[in-house]
């Protein structure tokens, strides 16, 4: 999909699709680093896609976001989900919804090399 294309698309759908694509590049992340059961490596995962975890992380790269990456937090942070937080704060909920949604543009456009270090500085930052 064009970037152009990918820009228009609703944040909360850009947010569905990068909660799925940052929960696989974790859970890949933890299958290279350890040799552990499941159950462990679920439990190490669950810390870096929480939305305190994920909150923290985008404030911490919100810097490092190109205009159009700020442009689609935004939208994402201002947008009602239909979901309340559970085990977060309203104000890191939709920071959490911000970075996936980020995340979910990035995939959806095709920025292999881009999406690729927004993930890894988040799962640096949200610890």
Same mark, same amino acid.
């Given at each position: 999909?064009t970037e152009?294309?990918?820009?228009?698309l &609703?944040p #909360?759908t #850009?947010?569905?699709?990068?909660?799925? @694509?940052? *929960? #696989?590049?974790?859970?890949t !992340?933890?299958?290279?680093i350890?040799?552990v059961?499941?159950? $462990?490596? &679920?439990?190490?995962?669950?810390?870096?896609?929480?939305?305190?975890?994920?909150?923290?992380?985008?404030r911490?790269?919100?810097?490092e976001l190109?205009?159009?990456?700020?442009g689609?937090a !935004?939208?994402a942070? &201002?947008?009602h989900?239909?979901? $309340?937080?559970k085990n977060?704060?309203?104000?890191?909920y939709?920071?959490?919804? =911000?970075l996936?949604a980020?995340?979910?543009?990035?995939? @959806?456009?095709?920025?292999?090399?881009? #999406?690729?270090y927004?993930? $890894?500085? =988040?799962?640096e *930052?949200?610890?």
């Amino acid at each position: 999909m064009t970037e152009a294309k990918a820009v228009q698309l &609703n944040p #909360l759908t #850009l947010a569905f699709v990068g909660d799925g @694509v940052y *929960e #696989l590049f974790v859970r890949t !992340h933890a299958v290279e680093i350890m040799d552990v059961k499941a159950s $462990k490596m &679920n439990a190490y995962c669950r810390d870096f896609v929480k939305a305190t975890s994920q909150a923290k992380a985008y404030r911490a790269i919100e810097s490092e976001l190109t205009e159009i990456e700020r442009g689609v937090a !935004h939208r994402a942070r &201002n947008s009602h989900p239909y979901n $309340k937080a559970k085990n977060a704060s309203g104000a890191d909920y939709m920071h959490a919804t =911000a970075l996936e949604a980020v995340i979910g543009y990035l995939y @959806v456009s095709e920025q292999s090399e881009r #999406l690729a270090y927004i993930q $890894k500085r =988040a799962m640096e *930052e949200s610890i």
